[in-house]
C-alpha cells in the first residue's frame, strides 16, 4: 500500500479489526519509508457500480462522495461517525445486491433520504435541500409541511 504521506510504494500493517459488522477490516498502516501512520479500509465489493448522472453522463461509484453528504447533512446533530459508516454500508448492500450494475443517481438519493429520515429530521431537511435543489425558502416550508410527522403543518 503506497504511503500517502511520502509516496513510498511499501508499508506494515500494525492492527487489523473488523468493522462496519464484520463487512470491512480496518487495517492501521506504518509507511516503511518515512515512518507515518494511516487507516485503510478493506471491503468485498460484489460488482463495479456505475452511477448514472441526471445529464446522462456515468461514472464509476463514489462510497466516500455519499458518505461525505451524510456527513454534512448530520454535521452537528449528534450521530456517531459509526453510525453514519452503517447507513452507507446499508446503501451500498443494497445497491449492489440489486442485481443492477448501473444504478441513477435518484436512486442513491432516495435510498440515502430514507435512511435519513428515520435518523434525523433536520438531517432528512438538510440533504433534501440538497438532493432536491431547493432554491427558495418556500421549497423548504412546502417541503416540511409534508413531512410524515405533521410538525411541520399549522401556522408556524
Keep these: 500500500m503506497r504511503c ?3 509516496g ?22 506504518q509507511c516503511g519509508g518515512c515512518g507515518a501512520r494511516f487507516t485503510t479500509f ?3 465489493q460484489l460488482r463495479e457500480l456505475v452511477v448514472i448522472k441526471k445529464d446522462g453522463r456515468r461514472q464509476p461509484f463514489d462510497r466516500e462522495k455519499l458518505a461525505r453528504s451524510i456527513r454534512i447533512a ?4 449528534g450521530i456517531s461517525e459509526e453510525r453514519i459508516d452503517r447507513i452507507v454500508a446499508g446503501i451500498v448492500r443494497r445497491l449492489e445486491t440489486s442485481g443492477e450494475s448501473e444504478v441513477e443517481s435518484r436512486r442513491i438519493g432516495e435510498l440515502a433520504m430514507e435512511s435519513l429520515a428515520g435518523l434525523d429530521e433536520v438531517a432528512y431537511v438538510r440533504f433534501a435541500s440538497v438532493y432536491r435543489d431547493f432554491a427558495r425558502a ?7 409541511r409534508r413531512l410524515p410527522s405533521g410538525e411541520g ?3 408556524r
Aim: glycine content about 8%; aromatic content about 10%; overall charge positive.
Design 74 to 77: 448530520t454535521r452537528k446533530r
Design 4 to 6: 500517502p504521506f511520502c
Design 8 to 29: 513510498y510504494a511499501e508499508s506494515q500493517v500494525k492492527d487489523s479489526r473488523p468493522v462496519d459488522d464484520g463487512t470491512a477490516i480496518r487495517r492501521r498502516r
Design 42 to 44: 478493506e471491503r468485498v
Design 138 to 144: 418556500r421549497d423548504f416550508e412546502e417541503f416540511i
Design 153 to 155: 403543518e399549522g401556522g
